[in-house]
């Protein structure tokens, strides 16, 4: 498939839904979490640190590995992948961004219409009663990680916060998957960028959309699991600012 024939199917589509992954923060010097050349997974166990169980072992390890990928999010900028989703928001009536990224990026490049599948990384949210609030980041653990940070408790109940993040075994956000569902569903065209597809339900939108008729253009370095029609082989940031500026224009 070439960037060409992408660009024709692009702008033939009135109804658009983009499913991202770790990959497109990539190019903002983010790590993924899988992929060839490594990912966080291949250094830490996730069950070690991003399942409730972890947490409830040893709150100060969970705490300060999120503490360290606060630190890199809010340093990381977005990139120019990110910025191209914004102009195609802005160039279709009906478009929904499905991310599993909880890095913010989306949102700091200008994108609004977004559907965090796996939770905001900059949000605390109490173990104990719930309340939410906005994370304070520690900028210098970017470069110098610590192994264990205690949790701050909260002030409403006393019990540790913990990041505002979707855990392995955990519930997805309320409606989100029924509102990404919905988008997959209705979208004559799904943009699926930077994104393993490994991990559910975020993956079944693949099948999905394609089942309801969608044509499926994948953006990814890596050859695409699964049935594809249109593979963009590269990265993100190389390849999503042709892509959309070649269908609608700068
Ligand atoms: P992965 O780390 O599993 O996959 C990243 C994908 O991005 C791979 O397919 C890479 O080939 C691709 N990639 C790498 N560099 C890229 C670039 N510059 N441009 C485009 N693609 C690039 O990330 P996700 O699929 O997002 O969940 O992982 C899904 C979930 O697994 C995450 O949300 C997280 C993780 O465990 C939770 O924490 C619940």
Known sequence: MSLEQATIVLRAARAVAVLTGAGISADSGLPTFRGARGGLWERFRPESLATPEAFARDPALVWAWYQWRRALAARAQPNPAHFALVTLERAIPAFTLVTQNVDGLHRRAGSERVIALHGELMRDRCSGCGRESAATVAPEL???????????????????????????????????????A????????LLVVGT????????????????????????NPEQSPGDVDLQLTGRAADLLPPLVHGAFGA
Do not use: H, K, N, T
């Not at 408790?153 to 990404?180: H, I, K, Q, S, T």
């Not at 939108?205 to 008729?213: E, I, K, S």
């Open 196 to 219: 393993s597809q490994v991990v559910y339900p975020a993956a079944s939108l693949v099948p999905l959309a394609r089942r309801a008729g969608a044509r499926v253009i994948v953006v």
């Open 142 to 180: 970017a470069d110098a990680p610590r192994e264990r940070i205690d949790p701050p408790r909260c002030a409403d109940c006393g019990a540790p916060l913990r990041p505002a993040v979707v855990w392995f075994g955990e519930a997805l956000p309320d409606g989100a998957m029924e509102r990404a």
């Open 182 to 189: 919905e988008a997959a569903a209705l979208a004559e065209v």
